[in-house]
């Protein structure tokens, strides 16, 4: 492969296949919240600003979710429960998909509006473009769906209650169901 030429000087092959390699990675879909942030083009405390936003709407969803199903079910803790339980080889993806087709369909006691679960969490989802949207730029906007669709799925790190939840589900799991010797 010949060298290209810029600005009178040569670049390797190797030279511009890395920084090929460099954009992409910094353009590729990411789940890190902060990842995301450092590709905007806005202050620290605009960053700070958009993270608290997301961890608001994490905890109006998860609150959602907590609100006891006509039953008295915990789909939070139902739903961390079958993501652990999972991962430990102890249910399988369908049964994920199941409490996601119960959250889709179940209407939310006492909702006024009379939504689904689903219905309620979309909702929140879409107050929380609304406030990062008064934030960012639409040119900010547009990178950070890029680098995420769901910006409620962002990995925040402290401070998320999903985090929190999965640990105290993680503690309880490890108390009823002792390590397997190998």
Do not use: C
Request: hydrophobic fraction near 35%.
């Amino acid at each position: 492969m010949e060298a290209a030429k810029v600005g009178g000087g040569k670049v390797s092959a190797e030279d511009l296949a890395k920084a090929m390699a460099e954009e992409q990675a910094k353009n590729a879909p990411t789940k890190n919240l902060n990842e995301a942030l450092d590709r905007l083009e806005i202050s620290q405390g605009e960053k700070e600003q958009v993270k608290q936003s997301i961890i608001d709407a994490k905890k109006q969803i998860l609150e959602t979710l907590e609100v006891p199903t006509a039953d008295g079910r915990n789909l939070a803790e139902e739903l961390i429960d079958t993501m652990i339980k999972i991962q430990n080889g102890d249910a399988k993806q369908s049964d994920a998909m199941t409490i996601f087709a119960e959250i889709a369909a179940q209407k939310v006691p006492g909702d006024i509006e009379g939504r689904t679960y689903m219905d309620a969490i979309n909702a929140i989802k879409a107050t929380n473009k609304e406030d990062i949207g008064r934030i960012l730029t639409e040119k900010d906007q547009a990178k950070l769906t890029k680098a995420h669709e769901d910006w409620t799925d962002f990995e925040v790190g402290d401070g998320d209650p999903w985090g929190e939840l999965y640990m105290e589900r993680v503690q309880k799991y490890n108390e009823t169901h002792p390590a397997k010797d190998d």
